[in-house]
């Protein structure tokens, strides 16, 4: 079974950055791809970025490209999602997963997710 933790979100301004966290624990990380979704208030959860397991290729929605990072660090079995020039529209819960590809888009893996942490970004 895995856990997952994120934590770093909170209430900044259009404009500001925000770096967040994933701790995964109980699989082997560097075993899987990993990802961030998000779920904007009304709104169904969505694909924001995925990493390839060693870190060597990653992807983004359209959206984001340009102003969010997503990294990893295998011996820390953490993830990370850097975030630039917030806007009021990246307002949402951010999940990490394990995620696979299949078809036309990114889906979690495992089945499974944290308790998300939340961005909110005022104008």
């Known amino acids: 079974q895995v856990q997952l933790v994120e934590s770093g979100g909170g209430l900044v301004q259009a404009g500001d950055s925000l770096r967040l966290s994933c701790v995964v624990s109980g699989r082997t990380f560097s075993s899987y791809a990993t990802g961030w979704f998000r779920q904007a208030p009304g709104k169904e959860r969505e694909f924001v970025a995925a990493?390839?397991?060693?870190?060597?290729?990653?992807y983004y929605t359209d959206s984001v490209k340009g102003r969010f990072t997503i990294s990893r660090d295998n011996a820390k079995n953490t993830m990370y999602l850097r975030m630039n020039s917030l806007k009021p529209e990246d307002t949402a819960v951010y999940y990490c997963a394990a995620v696979k590809f299949i078809g036309t888009s990114w889906h979690n893996a495992l089945d499974a997710w944290g308790q998300g942490t939340l961005v909110t970004v005022s104008s």
């Open positions: 990493i390839t397991r060693g870190g060597g290729s990653t």
